[in-house]
């Protein structure tokens, strides 16, 4: 098969779900989607032995060739890895998705096709070789997650909770796709592949530092990064699978993948480090502390999918150190970029299950609310069970997989100190303390939302369902998710071989050059050292936390939620002040955009004649002026001003007639007989015209007023007055060429058998202008008469009042 | 010599248009704008006549006509907007 239509196949799926929910009613939709995501998961399971022997995958199909797109599927360690969790959970979460929903019900059609787009997105994201398809599917994603956050569409939270995540999640996408056209300007290629292969080029570009801060907006919006995580614990409103696929195992991975994906191009760079390991630490700290504060099941585990994630990123950036540093320091950082990934394929795990779980307490007990919930161990077993295999991992304890991740992470961390470049020596210090303090808090949520939920009191009174354990078929998808969980922690040095370590050749492969040279040995006991005592500090510190938390939990009372505020108040503030803005240049007043238009014209005009040097003055070519053009010049003046100042509107009108006829008489004087005669008659007409308006004016407006003086029409009237009449001067200074009026001259009989020039130009050398003046004629004529006939809008007007 | 006599009548018939002009703006009554008017019509194409004199030139013989067919249109559709309060009659029949 080939490897673009396996990314497509869910999407073209996608086109049958709809006719298979309406056509066949007795079995759940479900059923058929869940083909797609476990066939393909079986075609990405074929490749896995290949590309643990350092084979790497290709296929293209050319989309618009001559810009260079096209859909270029490129299968390595890191793609394989991520395509496997994507169709590999996306099963589990149909399998459990067909028990959690009602099929008569839910709307499944519209549920399963938001579904497999998203699948499909996401395998085009990670497999992607081509920036501007990976921005594509990028989108696909970020539009996906939108249709799927807002599924119950009439409730209001699911709409705010969409409407959030899309407006973060795009924000950083369109920023990325910045970053991206910047990288293949840098480049001259869209190719990813070809962008590494030059990549010690492109640091000394420019762009750089550009290309570098934009393409991590993208990654830090989609994975919920720094204050950019505000959205994910809103999209819990989505139905639980939803979550548990997106919100935890797939959606919000792109941004580590995209980070892992280009850290070979921006890792030399110190602001990359700093800002990847800074801001993961940051969220890892901050969101483990406000995970402890959630009283709903999915909030606790939206902060710690969150500050996991955060994990990664720290991770990533440690990883990106090992470029700065050889010898027996760098094995500690390339160390780091191992512990991302393995640390990556264990939240899948536990995280994924322990969704599964909560969406079951809430579909058997009706409530997600922690403060209800208690007592279910002995109700719910084997819920219990795997709720607690899935905390205890993300705790870090030993038996389960999160442990051995957590474990290399505080090595990482640690061993951040030692990196000398940077001023990391001196702020490193940091770095461990804040990962112990985040993996207290990480402990001590982890307890809290297992002993809440399970053990303590049953009440059974405040539980809108009875309480009782779940169908098997709801549980096989925790389970399965379970037993990985446990499994890995005894075989992680297989997880390693066959995909770990084709993945860290992917992130780093300047280091490396054959995956066999990667010899990183994951143990579960390291002997007694610093990361060992770590461990059990955290467990002292982390129990005592949960044991007194009823203590000190009205601290969180005292902190602000301030990044939400900020949300809320940057579009409070968009919305209304746009408003603001908007009403406030938009007067309505034709006359305010009159002035606009006008001073602006002023402005530009003669704004570029002065700064280009327009600007010349050239008597030498002036005729000779007369005296009745004198006489002429102040009659017309003289209307022009009656026209201007007078009270009355007749007189106004009068005064437009004099310039008129004064403009007929200039017409004779400069010799232009056809001019005149033309102008003659249209002046007649319109001043006509005019008259009628005004004997058609209201009774009560016609009040004879003076034109008010106001300082800023006078201003821009003798700027726009004065502007002409400079460039007037400034063309008539200084004229290139000879006009081609000799040509007419002398052709105007031997040529077209006419003495009268003015005509023969008309009708005969350029006819063509003289035919659409005709036009705009008859369209002025039939203008007028369709609006003096036609009557629509007076019916309307009387029988709404008849109404009334 | 010649052209001077033009010149001067010329100068002349400006003169009495810019008197008729007074007339049209202060002219107590309609009647006396609408008299008013004529006058400036017909001072204006005896102008016209002059300047094409002075020019030396025919092409400005059809600009006088019809100059003298609009000034008479205006001054009749004038007189009769002040005797019957309209231009255009809708019914005549009636």
Same mark, same amino acid.
């Given at each position: 098969?080939?490897?673009?239509?396996?990314?497509?196949?869910?999407?073209?799926?996608?086109?049958?779900?709809?006719?298979?929910?309406?056509?066949?009613?007795?079995?759940?939709?479900?059923?058929?989607?869940?083909?797609?995501?476990?066939?393909?998961?079986?075609?990405?399971?074929?490749?896995?032995?290949?590309?643990?022997?350092?084979?790497?995958?290709?296929?293209?199909?050319?989309?618009?060739?001559?810009?260079?797109?096209?859909?270029?599927?490129?299968?390595?360690?890191?793609?394989?890895?991520?395509? *496997?969790?994507?169709?590999?959970?996306?099963?589990?979460?149909?399998?459990?998705?067909?028990?959690?929903?009602?099929?008569?019900?839910?709307?499944?059609?519209?549920?399963?096709?938001?579904?497999?787009?998203?699948?499909?997105?996401?395998?085009?994201?990670?497999?992607?070789?081509?920036?501007?398809?990976?921005? *594509?599917?990028?989108?696909?994603?970020?539009?996906?997650?939108?249709?799927?956050?807002?599924? @119950?569409?009439?409730?209001?939270?699911?709409?705010?909770?969409?409407?959030?995540?899309?407006?973060?999640?795009?924000?950083?996408?369109?920023?990325?796709?910045?970053?991206?056209?910047?990288?293949?300007?840098?480049?001259?290629? =869209?190719?990813?592949?070809?962008?590494?292969?030059?990549?010690?080029?492109?640091?000394?570009?420019?762009?750089?530092?550009?290309?570098?801060?934009?393409?991590?907006?993208?990654?830090?919006?989609?994975?919920?990064?720094?204050?950019?995580?505000?959205?994910?614990?809103?999209?819990?409103?989505?139905?639980?699978?939803?979550?548990?696929?997106?919100?935890?195992?797939?959606?919000?991975?792109?941004?580590?993948?995209?980070?892992?994906?280009?850290?070979?191009?921006?890792?030399?760079?110190?602001? @990359?480090?700093?800002?990847?390991?800074?801001?993961?630490?940051?969220?890892?700290?901050?969101? &483990?502390?406000?995970?402890?504060?959630?009283?709903?099941?999915?909030?606790?585990?939206?902060?710690?999918?969150?500050?996991?994630?955060?994990?990664?990123?720290?991770?990533?950036?440690?990883?990106?150190?090992?470029?700065?540093?050889?010898?027996?320091?760098?094995?500690?950082?390339? =160390?780091?970029?191992?512990?991302?990934?393995?640390?990556?394929?264990?939240? /899948?795990?536990?995280?994924?299950?322990?969704?599964?779980?909560?969406?079951?307490?809430?579909?058997?007990?009706?409530?997600?609310?922690?403060?209800?919930?208690?007592?279910?161990?002995?109700?719910?077993?084997?819920?219990?069970?795997?709720? !607690?295999?899935?905390?205890?991992?993300?705790?870090?304890?030993?038996?389960?997989?999160?442990?051995?991740?957590?474990?290399?992470?505080?090595?990482?961390?640690?061993?951040?100190?030692?990196?000398?470049? %940077?001023?990391?020596?001196?702020?490193?210090?940091?770095?461990?303390? +804040?990962? @112990? $303090?985040?993996?207290?808090?990480?402990?001590?949520?982890?307890?809290?939302?297992?002993?809440?939920?399970?053990?303590?009191?049953?009440?059974?009174?405040?539980?809108?369902?009875?309480?009782?354990?779940?169908?098997?078929?709801?549980?096989? &998808?925790?389970?399965?998710?379970?037993?990985?969980?446990?499994?890995?922690?005894?075989?992680?040095?297989?997880?390693?071989?066959?995909?770990?370590?084709?993945? $860290?050749?992917?992130?780093?492969?300047?280091?490396?050059?054959?995956?066999?040279?990667?010899?990183?040995?994951?143990?579960?006991?390291?002997?007694?050292?610093?990361?060992?005592? !770590?461990?059990?500090?955290?467990?002292?510190?982390?129990?005592?936390?949960?044991?007194?938390?009823?203590?000190?939990?009205?601290?969180?009372?005292?902190?602000?939620?301030?990044?939400?505020?900020?949300?809320?108040?940057?579009?409070?503030?968009?919305?209304?002040?746009?408003?603001?803005?908007?009403?406030?240049?938009?007067?309505?007043?034709?006359?305010?955009?009159?002035?606009?238009?006008?001073?602006?014209?002023?402005?530009?005009?003669?704004?570029?004649? %002065?700064?280009?040097?327009?600007?010349?003055?050239?008597?030498?070519?002036?005729?000779?002026?007369?005296?009745?053009?004198?006489?002429?010049?102040?009659?017309?003046?003289?209307?022009?001003?009656? /026209? +201007?100042?007078?009270?009355?509107?007749?007189?106004?009108?009068?005064?437009?007639?004099?310039?008129?006829?004064?403009?007929?008489?200039?017409?004779?004087?400069?010799?232009?007989?056809?001019?005149?005669?033309?102008?003659?008659?249209?002046?007649?007409?319109?001043?006509?015209?005019?008259?009628?308006?005004?004997?058609?004016?209201?009774?009560?407006?016609?009040?004879?007023?003076?034109?008010?003086?106001?300082?800023?029409?006078?201003?821009?009237? %003798?700027?726009?007055?004065?502007?002409?009449?400079?460039?007037?001067?400034?063309?008539?200074?200084?004229?290139?060429?000879?006009?081609?009026?000799?040509?007419?001259?002398?052709?105007?009989?031997? +040529?077209?058998?006419?003495?009268?020039?003015?005509?023969?130009?008309?009708?005969?050398?350029?006819?063509?202008?003289?035919?659409?003046?005709?036009?705009? +004629?008859?369209?002025?004529?039939?203008?007028?008469?369709?609006?003096?006939?036609?009557?629509?809008?007076?019916?309307?007007?009387?029988?709404?009042?008849?109404?009334? | 010599?010649?052209?001077?006599?033009?010149?001067?009548?010329?100068?002349?018939?400006?003169?009495?248009?810019?008197?008729?002009?007074?007339?049209?703006?202060?002219?107590?009554?309609?009647?006396?704008?609408?008299?008013?008017?004529?006058?400036?019509?017909?001072?204006?194409?005896?102008?016209?006549?002059?300047?094409?004199?002075?020019?030396?030139?025919?092409?400005?013989?059809?600009?006088?006509?019809?100059?003298?067919?609009?000034?008479?249109?205006?001054?009749?559709?004038?007189?009769?907007?002040?005797?019957?309060?309209?231009?255009?009659?809708?019914?005549?029949?009636?």
């Amino acid at each position: 098969m080939n490897l673009i239509v396996a990314i497509f196949l869910p999407i073209l799926a996608a086109l049958f779900v709809p006719l298979l929910f309406k056509k066949v009613k007795q079995l759940h939709t479900g059923w058929f989607v869940l083909l797609i995501p476990l066939s393909l998961f079986f075609f990405y399971a074929s490749f896995i032995q290949r590309v643990a022997n350092g084979d790497i995958f290709s296929s293209t199909f050319h989309w618009v060739q001559s810009l260079q797109l096209s859909f270029i599927s490129y299968i390595d360690g890191l793609s394989l890895l991520f395509s *496997l969790l994507i169709t590999g959970i996306g099963s589990l979460v149909v399998l459990y998705s067909i028990f959690y929903l009602d099929k008569s019900k839910e709307q499944l059609h519209n549920f399963y096709v938001y579904l497999l787009l998203f699948m499909s997105a996401m395998l085009g994201v990670v497999q992607s070789d081509n920036v501007i398809t990976l921005y *594509l599917f990028w989108e696909l994603t970020s539009i996906s997650s939108f249709l799927l956050i807002a599924y @119950w569409f009439n409730r209001d939270a699911s709409r705010f909770g969409a409407l959030k995540s899309m407006m973060i999640t795009v924000f950083g996408g369109l920023l990325m796709l910045g970053g991206f056209v910047l990288l293949s300007m840098m480049g001259d290629t =869209y190719s990813i592949r070809e962008l590494i292969a030059q990549a010690p080029q492109l640091a000394q570009h420019d762009y750089f530092t550009w290309a570098l801060v934009l393409i991590l907006f993208g990654a830090f919006t989609k994975s919920a990064q720094g204050p950019f995580y505000i959205w994910l614990p809103d999209a819990m409103e989505a139905p639980t699978p939803v979550s548990a696929y997106l919100h935890s195992a797939t959606m919000v991975k792109a941004g580590i993948y995209l980070v892992a994906r280009f850290t070979p191009i921006f890792a030399v760079s110190e602001l @990359w480090i700093w800002l990847v390991t800074g801001t993961g630490l940051f969220t890892l700290a901050w969101c &483990s502390f406000f995970a402890l504060k959630q009283t709903d099941l999915k909030g606790i585990l939206a902060f710690s999918t969150v500050s996991q994630l955060g994990l990664i990123m720290a991770l990533l950036g440690a990883g990106a150190m090992s470029y700065h540093v050889d010898g027996a320091v760098e094995t500690v950082f390339k =160390y780091a970029a191992f512990a991302a990934i393995f640390h990556l394929i264990n939240h /899948a795990t536990f995280k994924g299950s322990l969704f599964m779980i909560v969406g079951i307490i809430d579909h058997e007990t009706g409530t997600r609310d922690i403060q209800k919930l208690g007592g279910l161990m002995s109700l719910m077993p084997i819920s219990f069970t795997v709720a !607690m295999i899935g905390s205890l991992s993300m705790a870090g304890v030993p038996l389960f997989n999160g442990f051995l991740s957590k474990e290399m992470f505080l090595t990482a961390m640690l061993s951040i100190k030692e990196f000398g470049l %940077f001023s990391f020596d001196t702020f490193g210090v940091l770095f461990p303390i +804040l990962a @112990w $303090v985040a993996s207290v808090f990480t402990f001590a949520y982890s307890l809290y939302f297992v002993t809440h939920t399970f053990f303590g009191k049953y009440k059974p009174e405040q539980l809108p369902k009875k309480a009782h354990e779940a169908p098997i078929a709801m549980l096989v &998808s925790p389970i399965v998710l379970a037993v990985l969980v446990v499994t890995i922690f005894f075989i992680p040095n297989v997880v390693a071989t066959y995909f770990i370590k084709p993945a $860290v050749l992917a992130i780093q492969p300047f280091l490396y050059s054959d995956v066999s040279q990667i010899d990183i040995h994951i143990s579960a006991w390291h002997g007694f050292n610093k990361e060992l005592w !770590m461990t059990l500090g955290i467990f002292a510190v982390g129990t005592l936390l949960i044991v007194t938390l009823k203590k000190w939990q009205h601290v969180y009372d005292r902190v602000p939620a301030g990044f939400n505020k900020m949300y809320d108040a940057v579009m409070q503030f968009s919305d209304v002040g746009m408003n603001r803005l908007a009403r406030l240049y938009m007067t309505g007043s034709n006359q305010t955009y009159l002035l606009y238009m006008l001073a602006s014209f002023v402005v530009l005009v003669l704004g570029t004649l %002065f700064t280009q040097g327009g600007f010349v003055f050239d008597a030498s070519n002036v005729a000779p002026i007369r005296v009745y053009d004198i006489v002429l010049v102040a009659v017309l003046v003289c209307g022009t001003i009656i /026209a +201007l100042v007078t009270k009355s509107r007749l007189t106004s009108i009068i005064g437009l007639g004099v310039v008129g006829y004064s403009v007929a008489m200039f017409f004779v004087l400069f010799n232009a007989p056809d001019l005149a005669l033309t102008q003659l008659v249209i002046e007649t007409i319109s001043v006509a015209l005019f008259l009628l308006c005004f004997y058609h004016l209201p009774k009560n407006s016609r009040t004879e007023k003076r034109m008010r003086f106001k300082l800023s029409r006078f201003a821009v009237s %003798f700027g726009v007055g004065a502007t002409v009449t400079i460039v007037a001067i400034a063309a008539q200074s200084q004229k290139m060429m000879t006009s081609i009026s000799e040509y007419y001259k002398e052709t105007v009989y031997s +040529l077209a058998g006419g003495g009268n020039i003015v005509n023969v130009i008309l009708v005969d050398y350029r006819g063509f202008d003289t035919l659409f003046e005709i036009a705009v +004629l008859a369209i002025a004529g039939l203008g007028i008469f369709a609006m003096i006939k036609l009557r629509l809008g007076e019916g309307k007007e009387k029988k709404q009042i008849e109404n009334k | 010599m010649m052209e001077k006599v033009l010149l001067l009548a010329l100068v002349l018939f400006i003169v009495a248009i810019a008197l008729s002009l007074y007339r049209l703006v202060i002219g107590p009554s309609q009647p006396d704008r609408a008299i008013a008017l004529d006058t400036v019509g017909v001072n204006l194409l005896s102008a016209i006549a002059i300047v094409s004199v002075l020019l030396s030139t025919k092409a400005f013989l059809d600009a006088i006509l019809i100059l003298g067919i609009l000034s008479f249109i205006g001054t009749i559709s004038f007189s009769k907007y002040i005797e019957r309060g309209v231009l255009i009659e809708r019914k005549r029949n009636d």
